[in-house]
């Protein structure tokens, strides 16, 4: 489901929590029973008795995005709570079995059944949470990453202005030639991208593997940090200052309805200002359902070793590996 | 691999049976399947058969044993014709079906071609894998994942009738019987020989059949007869354990079975009646069975599905459907492989894995005193399975009580490791990097069960192991 999609569902289900109070209901107990074969649906109230309950105090408001954060394991609640009988179960089982796309959920209604309801709209506001949330501090303390600023500013013009998202800020470019190495084989990078939850979640498994593996390897590895707020190019700037053979950021991916908390690893042979895009390569859907963290760092470690050894990165390794 | 690249490698299937033997080699194209953006994903994306042999009498040397030397021959003339070398052949395996699985020299005869005819050939014996690979031959397991019924397959040839049940490509039981056309074998008209099984047999129908007799339909086919409706009753779930033509446990599928198949060598007189009119071409009562089952009307109640394969099955299962391919980031120590005939020791991690990681040390003791318990040095593959999504110190803990706990084994041997899940690179490169000196084998997204058998071939160019799952070997 697409960005668009997602929002025009949001609007019509925020316009439809704005609109119900102006069906006003005297008693909450009540019942709507909706004649969905009319053309003008039209609702009958079907009370229950003659406790009148007190109005509700405003209404069902969706809250500022920086809610904390859940400690809640979605994909253990998505496992569905009924079951219908054992031979139609099993049958829609392999369907289901084969996506993670809401399929074979049932319905009430025209509608989709409440608790499938609340999983899309808490999945929703993952996504979001992602988006606008932060990374955890103490995690980039206890794997000594230094922070360092994009020309981004602040979240809204982070999403309106992606090219600030490019370049590191003035301050940025002072830490990094004071901190870091110069010149080492292999730099690594992390940002929160689009999704902070995807550092959360990811990063340190991915990160201490992937060490481990270029210690394996016998590669040397430059002073790592973290970029805020940073996108994909962000490496040029940071290969342009450190002159490193390979560059490998680690960022949050777009959150989407299946998972909020992807990461891709991107890497490029020698990126420069003048980079261009084939010449990046990714290795993405690193998080639980995906390719597993410390798999991903191993595995990161092996595609490092062919793009020095090939000295090329996307599609020019690929042509160069003939 | 690199994308797009096709690897090749050669599979031979061998199929010694009781009245005939039989050979394929096929070519298997590997690929990367996975989008550019993922980790790599090799699979077999195609099978091609390169080379049928005719199909042989099994050489026997005398009533007990197998011709060695002939069998050989056999295969290596067929190599010959084929134009392959023993060493092309990188996958694949021989398989020692019904009465011949019985003979004195079936072992060293299966072992002696496993390592003679070819790089990584598994030697593979057993009524209940004789089933499951005829499934995969005759198409059955392949209707099995397309459609949403349940099929079983039955695969008769001379001496033993293999039945294999599937539903969405799951396997839901075996079953042996004795049923097949050698059980009786006529020479110039006269019953010459009679199966002890079936011997039993005829006593309880109060059949007067002897050796001996002349051969007439009229007093064989109430056996044959029988024999269908022992088949009916099977796939019906509704065997006495005391039936005599029962080989082995009894049958045990919870689904209905929708649509049934044949194969083996009898089924090709099912199907193809008019390749079996010379009733004299083996001198049995194949041709008698095949009729009663077509005629049996218990048999009527269930869909009759034509099988890709007829005689062919077992060997084209043998030599095409024996073979998985591991996960595509693995670590193993390349001059331990092949690995051959390794019996699984499943560990679960669904308790909880902390308190697994503690048990370990005395799981893999118990796992010792199961498999070697002569302390003579037979290996065995650790099979952790459920287990939960590691993170990067888990896998080190776990890396470290793994290597410290194989090295009280008597012998010092590689650890073999297998995983359900895509870990086994960063569990090796943990293993590697804390205990540099242990030899390691650490493969993954292989699924097995406790007591199986497993064999591991040398790496491949795409960096994938080749591995052969034997549910059960000689027994």
């Given at each position: 489901m697409d960005q668009a999609m997602i929002e025009k569902i949001t609007e019509i289900v925020v316009s439809k929590l704005n609109d119900q109070p102006e069906e006003k209901t005297s008693s909450q107990e009540g019942v709507k029973v909706w004649d969905y074969n009319s053309e003008k649906p039209n609702v009958t109230q079907v009370s229950n008795g003659s406790r009148q309950a007190e109005e509700a105090e405003g209404k069902a408001k969706i809250s500022t995005f920086h809610t904390p954060e859940k400690q809640i394991d979605n994909k253990e609640t998505k496992a569905p709570k009924q079951q219908p009988d054992k031979e139609v179960w099993d049958d829609l089982k392999q369907l289901t079995n084969k996506?993670?796309?809401?399929?074979?959920?049932?319905?009430?209604g025209p509608r989709p059944k409440t608790n499938t309801w609340l999983q899309f709209r808490y999945d929703h506001a993952a996504a979001v949470d992602a988006v606008f949330g932060k990374v955890d501090e103490s995690l980039l303390e206890d794997l000594d990453l230094f922070t360092v600023k994009t020309k981004v500013t602040d979240k809204e013009s982070y999403i309106r202005r992606p090219d600030y998202g490019r370049r590191l800020s003035d301050e940025a470019k002072k830490e990094i030639e004071g901190r870091c190495r110069h010149a080492p084989q292999v730099q690594i990078i992390v940002s929160d991208g689009l999704s902070s939850k995807a550092i959360d979640e990811n990063l340190e498994d991915v990160y201490l593997s992937l060490q481990q593996s270029l210690k394996s390897l016998g590669l040397d590895v430059g002073t790592p940090f973290f970029i805020e707020k940073?996108?994909?190019?962000?490496m040029d700037d940071v290969g342009e200052m450190l002159k490193p053979e390979v560059i490998v950021l680690l960022v949050g991916e777009r959150p989407g309805l299946v998972s909020a908390e992807s990461m891709s690893a991107y890497l490029c042979y020698k990126p420069r200002l003048d980079t261009i895009e084939s010449d990046r390569m990714v290795v993405s859907n690193i998080h639980r359902g995906g390719i597993p963290p410390v798999e991903a760092g191993a595995y990161l470690g092996s595609v490092i070793e062919k793009i020095l050894d090939y000295e090329a990165s996307g599609v020019e390794l690929v042509k160069k590996e003939g | 691999m690199d994308h797009n690249k096709k690897e090749e490698i050669l599979s031979a299937g061998i199929d010694i049976g009781t009245s005939t033997t039989k050979l394929v080699i096929s070519k298997f194209s590997l690929m990367n399947t996975a989008g550019g953006t993922h980790m790599p994903r090799i699979e077999i994306i195609d099978k091609e058969v390169i080379h049928k042999s005719p199909i042989f009498r099994t050489p026997l040397a005398s009533g007990n044993e197998i011709d060695m030397p002939e069998v050989e021959k056999l295969v290596l003339s067929q190599y010959e014709e084929a134009g392959?070398?023993?060493?092309?052949?990188?996958t694949g395996a021989v398989i020692i079906t019904g009465e011949t699985a019985t003979k004195s020299n079936a072992e060293e005869m299966i072992n002696h071609l496993s390592a003679h005819a070819g790089d990584f050939l598994v030697a593979t014996a057993g009524p209940d894998l004789e089933s499951i690979i005829a499934a995969r031959g005759s198409g059955a397991y392949d209707y099995s994942k397309k459609t949403n019924k349940t099929i079983a397959n039955i695969d008769i040839g001379g001496g033993t009738a293999n039945i294999a049940v599937y539903r969405y490509g799951e396997l839901l039981g075996t079953c042996t019987l004795h049923i097949g056309g050698k059980l009786i074998e006529m020479k110039a008209g006269m019953i010459d020989y009679i199966a002890p099984s079936v011997k039993k047999m005829a006593k309880q129908l109060g059949a007067p059949v002897q050796e001996g007799d002349r051969f007439e339909e009229a007093t064989v086919k109430p056996l044959t007869d029988y024999m269908a409706g022992t088949i009916a009753a099977m796939l019906k779930n509704q065997l006495n354990e005391s039936e005599p033509l029962l080989l082995g446990h009894q049958p045990g599928w919870e689904y209905p079975i929708d649509v049934m198949m044949f194969s083996g060598g009898v089924s090709e007189c099912i199907y193809h009646e008019a390749n079996c009119?010379?009733?004299?071409?083996?001198?049995?009562?194949g041709v008698l069975l095949a009729k009663s089952l077509t005629e049996h009307p218990d048999l009527a109640n269930w869909e009759w599905i034509e099988p890709t394969e007829t005689v062919r099955a077992t060997v084209l299962g043998a030599g095409t459907q024996t073979t998985e391919i591991s996960g595509a980031t693995i670590q193993v120590d390349e001059d331990t492989l092949p690995l051959r005939n390794l019996p699984v020791y499943r560990i679960p991690f669904d308790g909880g894995f902390d308190e697994q990681l503690v048990r370990l040390p005395q799981l893999i003791e118990e796992a010792v005193e199961i498999y070697d318990p002569a302390k003579e040095g037979q290996n065995f593959a650790l099979y952790l399975a459920d287990l939960p999504l590691l993170g990067f110190k888990q896998m080190q803990s776990l890396a470290d009580t793994l290597v410290t706990a194989v090295r009280k084994k008597p012998k010092q041997q590689p650890a073999v490791i297998v995983l359900e899940r895509d870990l086994a690179k960063s569990l090796g490169q943990a293993i590697r990097i804390q205990h540099p000196d242990q030899q390691a084998v650490c493969i993954d997204q292989i699924y097995v069960e406790h007591g199986d058998y497993l064999d591991i071939g040398k790496v491949l160019q795409s960096g994938v192991v080749p591995v052969v799952i034997k549910t059960l070997t000689f027994h």
């Open positions: 996506t993670p796309a809401r399929i074979g959920v049932g319905r009430a940073g996108r994909v190019a962000i | 392959v070398q023993s060493s092309d052949i990188k009119e010379a009733t004299d071409m083996y001198d049995d009562i």
